[in-house]
């Protein structure tokens, strides 16, 4: 595997001067995004198929073991506070259970029954969106769950280091970002984790994009958790609904701190019939604000 192979430039990396090691992990790092570059369409239609695929219940999985894993599930964890995605609608298959977060769990990257066995505790079904991530494209837990969860009608994504990997061929969707040997031979938390976690952000947010949870370029589904973030949901309503800032301020209020319906609150609709339009467009601000422009 190429992301397993020694790189004979870095053999006496350990005798290096610490700048110029870290130079040549920087110049891998950039690498690594670049390997990514030819994977844009890739990644869009696997966004746009799983937009599509999650309807009004279907859930987002992310599978993985090790660096993998981490990085999925941190990336399915953001979009709850960053886009509103509910908590139950997310699930997390991590070789090792949660508990491998924290700690490595090695072989239990190699449980092929454990993969299959928790897609089928968890009820994976078709209208569900499976994520597995693997440098090597061939960890056999991860392998399994996809295995599992195509055959139980789930829309799958797979993404890889290592091109013609199993993983890529059983996913429906295959992402591939090659890049190559690492610096420390075998550490694939390096390149290949930076191209992984890259990949999950663009995948994520494009979904996101897709299922109308972003409005002229903001977070209007964010979680309002903190004070910080009450300014900013009020600087939003105040910018998108064109009132001043004591509405926006009493119109959020009214809305729960909801701000997509703090919007439509301070555009003079009740709250009760905004979560209404809301619901009935998908929580989709844009197809909100059109009927609405429709009414006038």
Known sequence: MNTEALD???RDLDLWPTELAVEAMLEGQMAAIAAIQTQTRAIARAAEAAAERLGASGRLVFVG???SGRLAVQDGTELYPTYGWPMDRMVF???GGIGALTEAYEGAEDDVAAGRAEVREHGIGPADV???VAASGRTPYTVAAIEAASAAGALTIGVANNPGSVLLEKSEHGILAVTGSEIVAGSTRMKAGTAQKAVLNLLSTAIMLRRGLVYEGRMVAMRISNAKLLQRGRA???DIAGVDAEAAASALEAAGNEIRL????ALGVPAGEAKTLLEANQGDLRQVMRVLEQRD
């Open 262 to 265: 703090g919007v439509i609150v």
């Open 236 to 238: 939003m309503v105040q």
């Open 93 to 95: 298959l991590m070789a």
């Open 65 to 67: 073991a090790g660096t």
């Open 130 to 132: 499976v994520i597995g």
């Open 8 to 10: 004979a430039r870095y």
